[in-house]
T-cell receptor
């Protein structure tokens, strides 16, 4: 059964400094990875989707995937206070039912 | 990508009553998923619903407590039976079109059981 773990649980960075979030998964056959942002128990906003090893950039958000190491990360360039939110890593499972498993999230606080 | 419309956005219900949450897709999708999120927790997959077949439930979720219907390729409902305060959470529907990599989420239904 897929297990997804995120670290750190919480992170505080200053405005403009790089923020780096980590996510590990257990199913080596996974091929669909995405990072979501959730402000104050509201809806989910997809930030980046990545499907192969390497890097994928969407604006200020960059995901790095290393499937051999079962690791995917998110880097936020020049974070702003409005980026303060919970960041969720989601990974699919192999098979035909396309289930997504979420990590517990990283609470990011960006201070002015 | 597919858009999912979920209603109600929020609801308050008395313990012991039932609540129905609807999810409508703007195009046909093979699989729909329902997730539960407690405050400051992650999303937990409750069940997978494919059109024309019984929903498949994850460990900890049952058909009696959370019956799901999937009458066609654009619609699904989740019912919370015999609601208890412990069911107070946000419920999300989600979908994925076959052959596409995108997952779409509804805006969520915040349920408070008193």
């Amino acid at each position: 059964q897929q297990k997804v773990q995120q670290s750190p649980e919480s992170l505080t960075v200053s405005e403009g400094a790089m923020a780096s979030l980590n996510c590990t998964f257990s199913d080596g056959t996974s091929n669909n990875f995405r990072w979501y942002r959730q402000h104050s128990a509201k809806g989910l906003e997809v930030l980046v989707s990545i499907f192969s090893d390497g890097e994928k950039e969407e604006g200020r958000f960059t995901a790095h995937l290393n499937r051999a190491n079962l690791h995917v990360s998110l880097h936020i360039r020049e974070p702003q206070p409005s980026d303060s939110a919970v960041y969720l890593c989601a990974v699919n499972s192999g098979g035909s039912n396309y289930k997504l498993t979420f990590g517990k999230g990283t609470l990011l606080t960006v201070t002015p | 990508s597919v858009l999912l419309y979920q209603k109600p956005n929020r609801d308050i219900c008395q313990s012991g009553t039932s609540l129905k949450i609807q999810c409508v897709a703007d195009s046909q999708v093979v699989s729909m998923f329902w997730y539960q999120q407690f405050q400051e927790q992650s999303l937990m997959l409750m069940a997978t619903a494919n059109e024309g077949s019984e929903a498949t439930y994850e460990s900890g979720f049952t058909k009696d407590k959370f019956p799901i219907s999937r009458p066609n390729l654009t619609f699904s409902t989740l019912t919370v039976n015999n609601a208890r305060p412990g069911d107070s959470s946000i419920y999300f529907c989600s979908s994925k079109r076959q052959g596409h990599s995108d997952y779409t989420f509804g805006s969520g239904t915040r349920l408070l059981v008193i």
